[in-house]
């Protein structure tokens, strides 16, 4: 009898779990997949349910994180137009159509004005504006309509942060394509939309080449500006991501979500 109804239960709950799974039958294609932000909204869009490919710039790194990950990792470097053409073709002739857009891939590169290099600026908009705003170009023949776009910013695209000023304004640019993209696509039912976060644990700071003293100082002196008092993790963003990328948020296009600990309110507080 509890053997019974132990199986009736754990049948039930598998019921439940697939009708949660918000993105089944979907096809979900993650930019910069393989580590950070990107690696946990892969893996937060599959559990829900949709075939997942990652991209990223390097072979290894992206085939250690497919195969974590169990999805299909394809290298695409987002700074070169023609990889992303031959993404799209991989893409469209594994999977057909897209469903959801996760534009993620980004870097970060600090310098203060006055030392901004020519090399430096078109390297950080190459990939964080630029790259971004081709990927979607190139990917709207290939998603179904109805499809979700997100793009993923920055809360600095409205902050005077020390030494973001280049970064800042890709971001910043970003958000604005996508207010505008936002009414070109909708007569498709394509929802297009800005996540913001704040300070994340990734990666990204590492990649940098700060050392590693000052990374921990500044990484201090961060936190103890958000009023929530800890960096965010990846998997708060994924949950944000997959919520925007299911028919949950069929209502909303051209927004912009702040994911930030609550920085963006109390830039005063010390
Ligand atoms: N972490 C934060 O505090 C924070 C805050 C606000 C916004 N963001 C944004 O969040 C996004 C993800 O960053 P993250 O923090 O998760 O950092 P991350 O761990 O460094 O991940 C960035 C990903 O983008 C990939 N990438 C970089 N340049 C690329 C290119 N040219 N082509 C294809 N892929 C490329 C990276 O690949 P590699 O492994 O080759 O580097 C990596 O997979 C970025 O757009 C970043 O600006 C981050």
Do not use: C, W
Not at 123 to 146: C, R, S, W, Y
Not at 203 to 229: C, H, S, W, Y
């Amino acid at each position: 009898m509890f053997v019974f109804g132990t199986i009736v239960l754990v049948l039930l709950s598998d019921k439940k779990t697939k009708e949660m799974s918000t993105l089944n039958g979907k096809v979900a294609v993650v930019t910069g997949g393989n580590s950070g932000i990107g690696y946990a909204s892969a893996k937060e869009l599959k559990e829900q349910g949709a075939s997942v490919v990652i991209t990223g710039r390097n072979a290894e790194r992206v085939d250690a994180a497919a195969s974590e990950l169990g999805v299909k990792g394809i290298v695409a470097d987002v700074s070169n137009l023609s990889a992303i053409d031959d993404l799209v073709e991989e893409v469209q002739s594994s999977f057909g159509k897209v469903d959801v857009l996760f534009v993620n891939a980004g870097i970060f590169q600090p310098a203060p004005v006055g030392q901004i290099s020519e090399e430096m600026f078109d390297h950080q908009m190459g990939v964080n504006f630029k790259g971004a705003v081709f990927t979607t170009e190139k990917f709207i023949p290939a998603l179904n309509d109805g499809a979700s776009i997100i793009n993923l910013s920055s809360v600095n695209a409205y902050t005077g942060m020390p030494n973001t000023a280049v970064y800042a304004a890709s971001k910043a640019a970003l958000n604005s394509y996508t207010r505008t993209a936002a009414t070109e696509l909708a007569p498709r039912k394509i929802r297009i939309n800005s996540v913001n976060p704040g300070p994340v644990y990734t990666p990204i700071f590492g990649k940098t080449g700060m050392a590693e003293e000052d990374l921990n100082g500044f990484a201090e002196a961060m936190q103890d500006r958000v009023p929530l008092k800890r960096f965010g993790q990846p998997e708060d963003v994924a949950k944000l991501v997959a919520f925007l990328a299911s028919d949950d948020a069929s209502f909303i296009t051209g927004g912009e979500y702040n994911i930030d600990g609550g920085i963006n309110v109390n830039p005063l507080l010390s």
